[in-house]
Structure formats: structure tokens, C-alpha cells
């Protein structure tokens, strides 16, 4: 049964907003989300103060999505760098397995003993 949606209302750059949650979504986490956004535009207000509103939103938007764009490149490097490194031991486990399993054509070691 899904959990019906929520609401939560926050404050960005000095404008009330209501926040419809999805389903189970944590309402503490949809005001962190909310509170980024708030500081990152004061951040540029501070910077820029005679900026309109829109701009300053888009400017955030835009350095937030820098952000997340980073974020993600980092992560793609570092699962490149995990998954090689994954496929370098499969393979060298693979050939120090091989070098250990007997073949069919090889008899135990106990018969060839008991054969002598």
C-alpha cells in the first residue's frame, strides 16, 4: 500500500513554498534539499546583490547542476577504476585456478601412486 504524499513548506530566498512529497520521501530530507537551495542563492545574492531574483535562481540552478555534473563524473571514473581493477583479479584468479585444477586426463594422485 503506498504511503499517501505529504506536504512541507520551506522557505527559498524569502518565498514560502509548498513541497508535495512522493509517497515515503523523508520530509527532513525535502528541507535539506530546500535549505541548499536557499543558501546557494544567498550565496550569489551576497556576491551579486543587484541581480533580480530570477537570476540569482538561475545562476544557483545552474552551479547546482555543476555540481551534481561533477559528482557524477567522479563517480564514473572511480566505478572505471573499480571494475578494471574487479576484472584484473577475476583474471588473475581465473589462471591461478586453472593452473591448480586437474584435467580429466590427469588421474589422482593417489591412483598414479597405487599404480606404482
Not at 577504476?81 to 589462471?95: K, P, T
Request: charged content about 30%.
Amino acid at each position: 500500500m503506498e504511503t499517501p504524499p505529504k506536504t512541507v513548506k520551506v522557505s527559498i530566498f524569502g518565498e514560502e513554498y509548498p513541497l508535495r512529497s512522493a509517497g515515503d520521501t523523508d520530509m527532513e530530507y525535502m528541507s535539506r534539499v530546500a535549505d541548499y537551495v536557499d543558501r546557494s542563492m544567498r550565496k550569489i545574492a551576497d556576491r551579486s546583490p543587484n541581480l533580480s531574483a530570477t537570476k540569482v535562481a538561475i545562476l544557483a540552478a545552474l552551479n547546482i547542476t555543476d555540481e551534481l555534473f561533477s559528482e557524477r563524473r567522479d563517480t564514473e571514473r572511480k566505478l572505471s577504476v573499480f571494475q578494471s581493477r574487479a576484472q584484473g583479479i577475476a583474471q588473475w584468479l581465473d589462471e591461478r585456478l586453472a593452473l591448480e585444477v586437474p584435467t580429466l586426463s590427469d588421474p589422482p594422485s593417489s591412483v598414479s601412486q597405487a599404480a606404482n
